[in-house]
């Protein structure tokens, strides 16, 4: 069974950094392409970044850019999602997702995602 897990989340200062974790079973992760979004109460959900198979594409949306790096450790089958600067408006669940059409390449396109981890909330308080 394709499973991810996402962890790491907690409530942290403005300022402060927080690695998130999403470790997956039933495939490898150098065949596909993972995402992470998040969604803040009362907003849509919005992707934050993504890794292709085999590390070859990443990116990181604008809102976090600079403040994000986003890692893939193969061996581990755990996509990273290392945060710092961290600012109040990054206080969201943030979820990670995986998309079996990606191989190389990764979307932040939501309904793109074939399988879905549970959530880890991030609280940054000012």
């Known amino acids: 069974d394709v499973q991810l897990q996402a962890s790491g989340g907690g409530s942290v200062q403005a300022g402060g950094s927080l690695r998130l974790s999403c470790a997956v079973s039933g495939f490898a992760l150098s065949d596909y392409g993972i995402a992470w979004f998040r969604q803040a109460p009362g907003k849509e959900r919005e992707g934050v970044s993504c890794i292709g198979g085999f590390s070859e594409r990443t990116y990181v949306t604008d809102s976090v850019k600079g403040r994000s790096t986003i890692s893939s450790d193969n061996a581990k089958n755990t996509v990273y999602l290392q945060m710092d600067s961290l600012k109040p408006e990054d206080t969201a669940v943030y979820y990670c997702?995986?998309?079996?059409?990606?191989?190389?390449?990764?979307?932040?396109?939501?309904?793109?995602?074939?399988?879905w981890g549970k959530g880890t909330q991030v609280t940054v308080s000012s």
């Open positions: 997702a995986a998309d079996f059409k990606s191989f190389k390449d990764c979307s932040l396109y939501s309904p793109a995602m074939d399988y």
